[in-house]
C-alpha cells in the first residue's frame, strides 16, 4: 500500500470531528475509505478505478454521496479555511 496516499492520522484527528456519528453496524475504516475519496478526486479518476487498497469503489463512492449530503465536506472546508486565516 505505499504506492497509495493516505491521510495521516494527525489529519484525520483534525476532520474526523465533522463526519456523522456510525449507527447500528460498524463503519469501515474511514481513513482508508476517506483517502480513497481524495486519491479519485484529485486524480481526476472515475470510482471504478480507484485503487484496490481503499476498498470496494461502491463504499468509496456511497460514502462520499452520504458524507455530502450531511454536509460533513462543508463542514471540513469551512473550518480548516478558519483555522487557515488565524
Known amino acids: 500500500m505505499s504506492d497509495v496516499f493516505m491521510l495521516s492520522e494527525r ?3 483534525r476532520i ?3 463526519f456523522p456519528l456510525a449507527h447500528g453496524e460498524p ?3 474511514d481513513r482508508r475509505v476517506l483517502s480513497g475519496i481524495v486519491y479519485v478526486i484529485r486524480n481526476g ?3 471504478k ?5 481503499y476498498g470496494p469503489h461502491k463504499t468509496l463512492y456511497n460514502l462520499f454521496i452520504r458524507w455530502s449530503h450531511l454536509g460533513a465536506f ?5 473550518a480548516l479555511t478558519e483555522q ?3
Open 45 to 47: 479518476l472515475q470510482w
Open 84 to 86: 487557515a486565516g488565524r
Open 16 to 18: 474526523e470531528p465533522f
Open 74 to 78: 462543508d463542514r471540513i472546508f469551512v
Open 11 to 13: 489529519q484525520m484527528e
Open 49 to 53: 478505478d480507484a485503487p484496490k487498497a
Open 27 to 29: 463503519r469501515v475504516d
